[in-house]
């Protein structure tokens, strides 16, 4: 399975302002998707992340509010705008197997205050 | 919409004990189930299914699904306090591997 990493693992941050959470994969990948975990919840996709062409985002999600970028096979970034204390979540990166299992990195904690 | 869900909600048994885990479905275009395991932030893949009626094993754990009666279980033997856990359940489909999970089943295995 690919090795993923996520920077940062953590962060508090102040409604308003903005965070931009990296993903970093350890081979080259067509598709990376981005998922939100709110406190209680389960994993929702927030969009998939496809080189050298726009994200696809899911209902509910906008580009506006989640810009992401692939500017190449191995990396990925999920910026959160404008947050507010509803953006507390964990944010987790993921890659399809070579079976089309998904493999998740180590997830981005964020809280907003 | 796609529809996955999880029962039972939470689960408290003792070490040694065997639970079932279930998982039904309601989803157009189904491609594969699949569960995980969640301690802290990220899921553990654990299995993937795709046929009715063949058990996937590794270890203590096992899973079979039934593409029929749409859903899945995921079977626990001997536990161990480190199966205490969320395991998730969730469904790919289309042609995007777009996964569409459960709320989960918290598992706490105590001594």
């Known amino acids: 399975s690919a090795v993923i990493s996520q920077k940062p693992s953590r962060d508090i941050c102040q409604r308003g302002t903005s965070l931009t959470i990296q993903c970093q994969v350890d081979?080259?990948?067509?598709?990376m998707f981005w998922y939100r975990q709110q406190p209680g919840q389960s994993l929702t996709l927030i969009a998939t992340?496809?080189?050298?062409?726009?994200?696809?985002?899911e209902s509910g999600f906008v580009i506006d509010k989640f810009p992401i970028s692939r500017p190449n096979l191995t990396f990925s970034t999920l910026t959160v705008s404008n947050m507010s204390p509803e953006d507390s979540s964990i944010y987790l990166c993921?890659?399809?197997?070579?079976?089309?299992?998904?493999?998740f990195g180590p997830g981005t904690r964020l809280t907003v205050t | 919409e796609d529809k996955v869900v999880q029962s039972p909600l939470s689960l408290v048994v003792h070490e040694g004990d065997t639970v079932t885990l279930n998982c039904s479905y309601e989803v157009t275009n189904f491609r594969s189930l699949l569960w995980y395991k969640q301690e802290k932030k990220a899921p553990t893949f654990l299995f993937m299914l795709?046929?009715?009626?063949i058990e996937k094993k590794s270890g203590r754990l096992s899973s079979i699904l039934d593409k029929k009666e749409l859903f899945s279980i995921l079977n626990i033997t001997a536990t161990q306090t480190g199966d205490s856990a969320v395991y998730l359940c969730a469904v790919e489909t289309g042609t995007a591997s777009k996964l569409t999970f459960g709320t989960g089943t918290r598992l706490q295995v105590t001594l």
């Open positions: 992340a496809n080189q050298g062409s726009e994200a696809t985002y």
């Open positions: 993921s890659v399809p197997g070579q079976g089309y299992e998904q493999y």
């Open positions: 795709t046929s009715s009626g």
């Open positions: 081979s080259q990948v067509t598709m």
